[in-house]
């Protein structure tokens, strides 16, 4: 079964709207929670989280971790068509070294 | 910058052939990634490596095999390939934390 569920799977917005992706997950022995942005090419980097309730933030994004609902979130204010992408979920476990991925939610701002 | 590189960003294979992905990082990092990425799947994991020489089976190891001779540089190759090893591969690098650093992928067509 799938260790890292996100949601939605995918998402049409208007330019101006706030979004929230959601990745809820289910491993043994939690280490670290991430979120990629991936275009038409690689995936990048956007945060690690291994603490709850701290808030990351970069400019019009943000994340939050919840180690005891075992979920996180990423928000999106005033999306723009640069956003659109899919948004990769994966955490990584303790004494592990592969990340587990979620399988992706494309998000699509309309302008 | 952490920088990895693929060898090729698209090939075309015929179905047998033996196919050969490369992938170098410049960052001196120890652990080193394969995945493939297909619709709707998202991510999976098919090799990875540790150290030199070393390698673990990722989620679906059949049909790949993996060669590093070399701190740099992760091979995944195609014994014999398939049609359904048509897919975008990419590679991935990362050092003793979870952030895992991406190459720009090769798409892989099998005909």
């Known amino acids: 079964e799938d260790k890292v569920v996100q949601s939605p799977l995918s998402l049409v917005v208007h330019e101006g709207d706030t979004v929230t992706l959601n990745c809820s997950y289910e491993?043994?022995?939690?280490?670290?929670l991430l979120w990629y942005k991936q275009e038409k090419k690689a995936p990048t980097f956007l945060f690690m989280l291994t603490s709850s309730g701290i808030e990351k933030k970069s400019g019009r994004l943000s994340s939050i971790l919840d180690k005891k609902e075992l979920f996180s979130i990423l928000n999106i204010t005033a999306t723009q068509t640069g956003d659109s992408a899919v948004y990769l979920c994966a955490v990584g476990e303790q004494a592990g070294t592969a990340l587990i991925f979620g399988k992706g939610t494309t998000l699509s701002v309309s302008s | 910058d952490v920088k990895v590189t693929q060898s090729s960003r698209y090939l075309v294979k015929r179905t047998g052939e033996k196919v050969f992905l490369e992938c170098v990082q410049d960052m001196d990092h120890e652990n080193m990634f394969w995945y493939r990425q297909d619709p709707g799947l998202g991510l999976r994991l098919i090799y990875f490596s540790y150290d030199v020489k070393m390698k673990e089976k990722g989620d679906i190891p059949e049909g790949y095999s993996v060669s590093r001779e070399k701190k740099e540089r992760f091979s995944l190759i195609l014994e014999s390939a398939s049609t359904n090893q048509t897919s975008m591969y990419l590679c991935a690098s990362s050092s003793e934390g979870d952030t895992q650093y991406f190459g720009p992928g090769t798409r892989l067509t099998v005909l």
């Open positions: 491993v043994t022995n939690f280490r670290s």
